[in-house]
């Protein structure tokens, strides 16, 4: 009964894997939830609303204008009775209007007046769900924090083949069950997170940058607090709004980066760099703008090495954190991934593969590959490695925490052993 007591409001659009929606509701309550329905009106074409009743033991209601519905509950308090809300199935339609904020029906009013989480279970055609719209709009709610769950990927109703049927009923019970037991799971935990690049200045209008957006290192920290730990981000100059409930400390330089994390350290269970760094700095930065010299092609700009921050933090001896890092890297991923776990002792790296185009620096998505100190071979060449693929930088963030926090509690009870 790890739901009892839970609220969950089960909105369901007008979709053919609507017809599960019962099975659903029955596993949730079966797991000590109490389930209120709102269809939309095309979903009661795919199931009826005197199904939905019986099982879950409530009036099912899918008008905003019903006076007598408004009577028993109006739809403001049924906003805030939810503890979660899930829409299952989420046609491509709900999908965009939320995206959009509109609230032209009874569902869509409702998830605009819910200050509680919202989790969506796309189902679609497949070629509907592939659609750049579509994408466009799951990832603007991924960055509002809403949850998606799926699709699965598969035979269709339709007869195609691919993504875009709802996750089965047994799946999303336990996703919301998860959900519960790990939205406070890090309480009592400090996490740091270094996000974004670093500028070195040149002159007083040049400077050494990369292509660092922040997103990744954000969506961390994002993740972290959702799961209730206290977390310090370390942002290098971006242009990104400060999660909710996430301490921000903004630098420029890799010096003012490494001073901040070196300060924040000791009181953390987990640090994690995601920030690139720039490796060097200009030995001096010019006091005036640097003139071009119109009798020599070349000039030179001595460079001098910048702390390394994550190596630093894992040197530490006292209180040392649970450190992570990152590496992007174009060509011999695993062997520059390990070196770089090898060299600044960290428990674990994780490694983006920027040949590709679509994910690492500036990309909306992100695919992992983690490589862990705790299981490194004695020949040090080989480490167990795991793949988060390719999906949301903010649901990669979700999954990534996960990883790290189960990995560092068995640390924890193995040093105790
Ligand atoms: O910000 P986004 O646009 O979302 O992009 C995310 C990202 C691609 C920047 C991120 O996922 C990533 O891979 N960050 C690490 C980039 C990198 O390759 O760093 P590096 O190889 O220079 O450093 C390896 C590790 O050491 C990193 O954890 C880095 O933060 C850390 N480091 C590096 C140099 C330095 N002086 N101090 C450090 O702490």
Redesign the pocket.
């Known amino acids: 009964m790890n739901l009892a007591g839970k609220r969950i409001l089960l909105g369901i659009t007008g979709g053919i894997a609507a017809y599960k929606c019962p099975d659903l509701i029955r596993q949730l309550k079966k797991k000590g939830a109490d389930v209120r329905v709102v269809m939309t009106e095309s979903a009661t074409h795919f199931v009826t609303p005197m199904t939905l009743q019986a099982v879950s033991a409530h009036h099912v209601v899918n008008d905003l204008f019903d006076p007598t519905a408004e009577l028993s509950m109006s739809h403001i308090e049924l906003a805030k009775w939810a503890d979660l809300v899930l829409i299952a199935p989420a046609t491509a339609n709900i999908i965009a209007k939320l995206a959009c904020g509109l609230a032209d029906d009874l569902l869509s009013t409702l998830c605009l007046a819910t200050p509680e989480p919202i989790a969506i279970a796309p189902a679609m055609n497949q070629q509907m769900y592939k659609a750049k719209v579509t994408q466009q709009n799951l990832a603007r709610l991924a960055e509002r924090n809403v949850l998606i769950w799926g699709p699965d990927k598969g035979f269709q109703a339709c007869g195609d083949i691919g993504p875009g049927r709802m996750v089965e009923p047994a799946t999303l019970a336990v996703n919301i069950e998860d959900y519960f037991t790990t939205s406070n799971a890090l309480a009592g935990m400090t996490i740091t997170v270094?996000?974004?690049?670093t500028i070195e200045e040149l002159d007083p209008v040049r400077y050494i940058s990369?292509?660092?957006?922040?997103?990744?290192?954000?969506?961390i920290a994002n993740a972290a607090a959702e799961m209730g730990a206290k977390v310090v981000l370390i942002a290098g100059p971006?242009h990104l709004d400060t999660p909710a409930n996430v301490e921000r400390i903004n630098v420029k330089t890799?010096q003012e980066?490494?001073n901040a994390?070196i300060q924040q350290a000791q009181q953390s269970t987990i640090f994690i760099?995601?920030?690139?760094?720039?490796?060097y700095r200009a030995a001096t930065i010019a006091k005036q703008k640097i003139k071009k010299q119109d009798n020599n092609n070349e000039i030179v700009i001595t460079l001098v090495?910048?702390?390394?921050?994550?190596?630093?933090?894992a040197s530490l001896k006292k209180d040392r954190p649970f450190v992570?890092?990152?590496?992007?890297?174009s060509h011999n991923i695993e062997a520059?991934a390990l070196k770089?776990l090898i060299t600044?002792n960290?428990d674990l790296?994780?490694?983006?593969d920027?040949s590709n185009q679509q994910i690492?620096?500036?990309?909306d998505q992100?695919a992992?590959t983690l490589y862990w100190q705790h299981s490194i071979t004695a020949n040090e060449k080989k480490s167990e490695q795991e793949t988060l693929p390719l999906c949301n930088?903010q649901i990669l963030a979700k999954q990534l925490i996960k990883k790290i926090i189960q990995r560092y509690k068995a640390s924890q009870n193995e040093k105790k052993n």
Do not use: R, W
């Open positions: 270094t996000a974004g690049p990369n292509y660092s957006s922040g997103k990744m290192g954000f969506a971006v890799a980066m490494y994390a760099a995601c920030a690139a760094v720039a490796d090495k910048n702390p390394d921050i994550v190596a630093s933090v992570v890092g990152f590496a992007a890297e520059y770089k600044k960290l790296i994780c490694a983006n920027i690492g620096f500036n990309a992100n992992l930088k």
